[in-house]
């Protein structure tokens, strides 16, 4: 890799919310080793269409020939939207890398695939493209997730612990000098899939939520779920949600606004209790939940940290920062993905590259 002082990245991040697709051209520098800075210089998110959202919320029952198709026009669909995004703000990568979407993760089983052909990205921008980050960590016995950790260690070391409020919320912090990291429960997947019963996309603010009231039997079938009894490492996937969560929220006959408030008491019961066992600090919060101030509140309500909601910037684009310096560090052969996070038998530099030369590599 030629000598660089700064790395201009790229980070692309498509959620289980189904927000739309995150765009964020990032600056590393590192001043002296093992230590980074950054810059978010633009970033801005594509909102998926409802044939998108229709496409990838139900790809899991699709048949071979669907799942190969949509996986190579997600990459050209990415793929102009990026180079629109790059013209538009007159931007200079050297990489771009690329979560992907994920239709199944299944670390048990031995695999966790990401859509979104990181070699149909390349030919449509003509810059570099990193991809597929989870997928040898899982041969390696790992889940696979989380990713973002190793970031959070590096560029957020300032914090207690970083709490992402995605579709799934997970935690990182660092324990006995190494860096742990796992999913707590799910965030805004049961919490959307509520919010449209109401005909709304999200519920703003928690509004609908605040108008509801806890129905005690839910709340304790929600906490009784088996995983939340595992240790770390350990992550959730949509399966989870569809398999499990869904039929329960189903199964009861409730107004969705008391649904709503039960979830977000379940979900902040949940997420509290794992930070009762931290050193008391400044917690980082990122993610759409963030943005859910009913659902803050609650989790204020419930610990003793101080829970820091920092600007919208990076509240919105933690996620593809973070891809963004997974990949840079990918690019220079630096350790990416944690072990002691994802439960792997070893750490590991991850990610497909595409358009990358091999002397670069050395």
Same mark, same amino acid.
Do not use: W
């Given at each position: 890799?030629?000598?660089?002082?700064?790395?201009?990245?790229?980070?692309?991040?498509?959620?289980?919310?189904?927000?739309?697709?995150?765009?964020?051209?990032?600056?590393?520098?590192e001043p002296s080793p093992g230590r980074y800075t950054y810059n978010i210089i633009a970033a801005e998110t594509v909102p998926y269409t409802e044939e998108w959202k229709q496409r990838l919320s139900t790809l899991e029952n699709a048949f071979a020939y669907d799942y190969v198709f949509t996986n190579a026009q997600l990459g050209e669909y990415i793929g102009e939207k990026v180079h629109a995004f790059i013209a538009r703000n007159d931007l200079h990568p050297c990489l771009i890398a690329s979560h992907g979407h994920t239709i199944?993760?299944?670390?048990?089983?031995?695999?966790?695939?990401?859509?979104?052909?990181?070699?149909?990205?390349l030919v449509k921008t003509?810059?570099?493209?990193?991809?597929?980050?989870?997928?040898?960590?899982?041969?390696?016995?790992?889940?696979?997730?989380p990713l973002v950790p190793v970031g959070d260690q590096l560029l957020f070391?300032?914090?207690?612990?970083?709490?992402?409020? *995605?579709?799934?919320?997970?935690?990182?912090y660092n324990r006995d000098g190494k860096r742990v990291a796992y999913d707590i429960s799910l965030c805004n997947i049961p919490l959307n899939y509520l919010a449209r019963q109401l005909g709304k996309e999200y519920d703003h603010n928690g509004e609908e939520a605040r108008a509801g009231v806890v129905n005690p039997t839910l709340f304790q079938a929600m906490n009784r779920q088996d995983y939340f009894k595992e240790q770390g490492p350990k992550s959730l996937g949509k399966e989870w949600f569809v398999d499990i969560f869904r039929p329960l929220l189903d199964?009861?006959?409730?107004?969705?606004?008391?649904?709503?408030?039960?979830?977000?008491?379940h979900i902040a019961f949940q997420i509290t209790r794992d930070l009762a066992s931290?050193?008391?600090?400044?917690?980082?919060?990122?993610?759409? *939940?963030a943005f859910n101030a009913f659902l803050i509140e609650q989790m204020q309500q419930l610990t003793h940290h101080r829970l820091f909601v920092p600007d919208a910037l990076l509240v919105n684009?933690?996620?593809?920062?973070?891809?963004?310096?997974?990949?840079?560090?990918?690019?220079?052969?630096?350790?990416?993905?944690?072990?002691?996070?994802?439960?792997?038998?070893?750490?590991?530099?991850?990610?497909?590259?595409?358009?990358?030369?091999?002397?670069?590599?050395?």
């Open positions: 890799m030629p000598s660089l002082e700064t790395y201009t990245v790229i980070g692309l991040m498509s959620g289980t919310s189904l927000d739309g697709l995150d765009m964020a051209c990032c600056e590393f520098s199944f993760h299944q670390p048990q089983h031995g695999f966790s695939s990401q859509i979104g052909d990181g070699n149909a990205i003509g810059i570099p493209v990193i991809y597929d980050f989870r997928s040898l960590d899982v041969a390696l016995g790992g889940q696979g997730a070391s300032g914090y207690e612990a970083c709490l992402n409020l *995605g579709g799934i919320s997970n935690i990182s199964e009861y006959n409730l107004p969705v606004q008391d649904k709503l408030r039960t979830t977000v008491e931290l050193p008391q600090g400044k917690i980082l919060i990122t993610g759409g *939940g684009y933690k996620e593809a920062l973070a891809f963004a310096f997974l990949g840079m560090l990918r690019m220079t052969n630096k350790i990416n993905t944690l072990a002691s996070v994802t439960g792997a038998s070893e750490d590991s530099c991850s990610g497909s590259i595409t358009g990358l030369p091999a002397p670069m590599l050395s």
